[in-house]
């Protein structure tokens, strides 16, 4: 499904061109395909198609021509050879697992994740007889010691939510496939976007995509991806997507299409922004401690530049004054929008202990450092100064 003949060009370009061909109506924007299924020729076209002796759109469930443009957009800014669109973030992940796991198998996974992505390893998938084991993401002998016969995959963020801790996945990957090497590096790239990071050039074998954040941009739909390989994904997860029906739809792949376009100017802009916010938030004396991959103080500060080219946007920071003062500062807040999304145009604020991350126990909380005190925020497109003077500690 790559799209090779944009390899050639450079980010901010591909972004915009690849994936895009027009249609005999000479259209110069992607159309949508709001079509469930598609017309043969013949009875013989029909089985051809069928029996995939002949190429070309059968239901819209799989073989939909808008949403091949995604998949080829971002299939090319990745670097993979396949990507699979799905409804949603959380689709993504579920179908990279249906596709690649069997009973018995075994997941190992960093602690900090996507509140929903634990619960969904934790509370579903460990019911059909994966064992998935959680270890520190910058623990690399803990990752050693924990890879198994038969770990299909290892999963992470790099940075986390909401603690913006990095890690260096070359160095994950090599110390993984040293002990294993038909152990896959799946890495969840929603906060960076390919405009930051691409880590199938980092030792990652997989990429997963929740498009309703910054590839959308806009806070308007909901959508993921998975991008890797021909047989791993192009062929064991596309047949999942193909048998158990999680798709994307043309609309929403439109969307994401059009959101791309502008996908490298925002991720600059809002990076900036989110450097100017966080160098203010450093020197405010009710805030205990600012997580953001742009502060020389981070740990992961070393990354940005060899792994990460910009720091991403989401700060979050910790208030002295634990869930009050948190709870307080969002309440007087007038432009930030208090929401859970995240990677819009539009600043969010967040307490992930009692929305994104209420679900985890307090202990598991606790041992990632999502303190009761923890605000998130999403930095947008806004002039900065605005959101600055939005903050009443
Ligand atoms: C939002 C998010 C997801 C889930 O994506 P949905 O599109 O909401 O299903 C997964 N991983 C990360 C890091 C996210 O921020």
Partial sequence: MTDNKWAKY??????????????????????????????????QQAADRFSYTEEGNIYSRFTNP??????????????????????????????????????????????????????????????????????????YSAWEAKVQKNTRFIYFETPTNPLTEMVDIQKLSDVVKAVNPNTLIAVDN?????????????????????????????????????????????EKVYSVLRTSGPCMSPFNAWVFLKGMETLDVRMKQSCFNAQVFADWLVQQSQVKKVFFPGLASHPQHHLLGVQQSLPGA???FELK??????????????????????????STITHPSTTTHGRWSEEDRQHVGIRQGLIRTSIGLEDVTDLIEDLHF
């Fill in 10 to 43: 450079r980010p901010a370009t591909q972004a915009i061109r690849s994936g895009f061909s027009a249609t005999n109506e000479q259209e110069h924007s992607e159309p949508i395909f709001a079509t469930s299924s598609f017309i043969f020729d013949s009875a």
């Fill in 66 to 139: 808008t949403v091949q443009r995604f998949e080829q957009r971002l299939a090319t800014l990745e670097g993979g050879e396949s990507c699979v669109a799905t409804a949603s973030g959380m689709a993504a992940i579920t179908a990279l697992c249906m596709g690649l796991l069997s009973a018995g198998d075994h997941v190992l996974c960093s602690n900090g994740l996507f509140g929903t992505t634990k619960l969904l390893f934790t509370n579903i998938l460990a019911r059909f007889s994966i064992n998935f084991d959680f270890v520190d993401l910058n623990d």
């Fill in 190 to 234: 929603c906060f960076c976007t390919p405009m930051l990071q691409l880590p199938l050039k980092h030792g990652a074998d997989i990429v997963i995509h929740s498009a309703t954040k910054y590839l959308d941009g806009q806070g308007r739909c909901i959508g993921g991806a998975i991008v890797g390989d021909k047989e791993n994904i192009g």
């Fill in 314 to 316: 989401i700060v979050s």
């Fill in 321 to 346: 004054g634990g869930k009050e003062a948190a709870w307080k500062l969002i309440d007087k807040t007038a432009l930030f929008s208090i929401t859970s999304n995240l990677g819009d145009t539009r």
